[in-house]
Nanobody, 127 residues
Framework: EVQLQASGGGLVQAGGSLRLSCAVSGFTRDDYAIGWFRQAPGKDREGVPCISSKDGSAYYADSAKGRFTISRDNAAVTMHLQMVSLKPEDTAVYYC????????????????????WGQGTLVTVSS
């Protein structure tokens, strides 16, 4: 059974940094995609950074470029989202996700491509 457990959310002032982590267990495939998504109140869930393990393709939302970085350890049992220069508009519940579908780059941020989701962790950025 695949399980994802996100942690690291919290309250931070604008301009600050946070590092989210996601523990992944039960995933046995070598080719898959992982990603971080976020959902603000009243908005759709959106991919922030997502990456394919097969070819290393990475997607970053325009709002995240230059500020957010996705990474994972070599065993891919933990992935991280490093966020710097946080803004109030980054306030959202952040979810980690994984999929065995290994989507192409243009579909990496597509919510429907992901089979497995963590429970979400709240990030609040105060102005």
């Amino acid at each position: 059974e695949v399980q994802l457990q996100a942690s690291g959310g919290g309250l931070v002032q604008a301009g600050g940094s946070l590092r989210l982590s996601c523990a992944v267990s039960g995933f046995t495939r070598d080719d898959y995609a992982i990603g971080w998504f976020r959902q603000a109140p009243g908005k759709d869930r959106e991919g922030v950074p997502c990456i394919s393990s097969k070819d290393g393709s990475a997607y970053y939302a325009d709002s995240a470029k230059g500020r957010f970085t996705i990474s994972r350890d070599n065993a891919a049992v933990t992935m991280h989202l490093q966020m710097v220069s946080l803004k109030p508009e980054d306030t959202a519940v952040y979810y980690c996700a994984a999929t065995s579908k290994n989507p192409v780059l243009s579909a990496l941020s597509d919510v429907v491509m992901y089979d497995f989701w963590g429970q979400g962790t709240l990030v609040t950025v105060s102005s």
